[in-house]
């Protein structure tokens, strides 16, 4: 088993930035496939950004050029810097770990508003 946590989110204005982190614990085996879903308020979840097995990163083309995803193998962390946010950023986040299963954290909600 694998175990997720997700913390970082918060409230934050327009145009402002926040920094997300997951703390991967458990049967970790790397390097593996980690990365961000997203829900907004009643939306389905969608695919944000994820870094695979060669350090390959990916984003969707909404957050593309404003969110950065990193990890840190030593410490099995997963960050996602997130700047210039809109308030249809507006989520909860999910940080996720894909080796043979995918497994995901408990999400931390980011509210983007004035």
């Known amino acids: 088993q694998v175990q997720l946590v997700e913390s970082g989110g918060g409230l934050v204005e327009p145009g402002g930035s926040l920094r997300l982190s997951c703390t991967v614990s458990?049967?970790?085996?790397?390097?593996?496939?980690v990365g961000w879903y997203r829900q907004p308020p009643g939306k389905n979840r969608e695919w944000v950004a994820s870094?695979?097995?060669?350090?390959?990163?990916m984003y969707a083309d909404s957050v593309k050029g404003r969110f950065t995803i990193s990890r840190d193998n030593a410490k099995n962390m997963v960050f996602l810097q997130m700047n210039s946010l809109k308030p249809e950023d507006t989520a909860v986040y999910y940080c996720?770990?894909?080796?043979?299963?995918?497994?995901r954290g408990q999400g931390t909600q980011v509210t983007v508003s004035s």
């Open positions: 996720y770990y894909r080796h043979d299963t995918e497994y």
């Open positions: 458990g049967r970790v085996i790397t390097p593996a496939t």
């Open positions: 870094t695979g097995v060669h350090g390959r990163t």
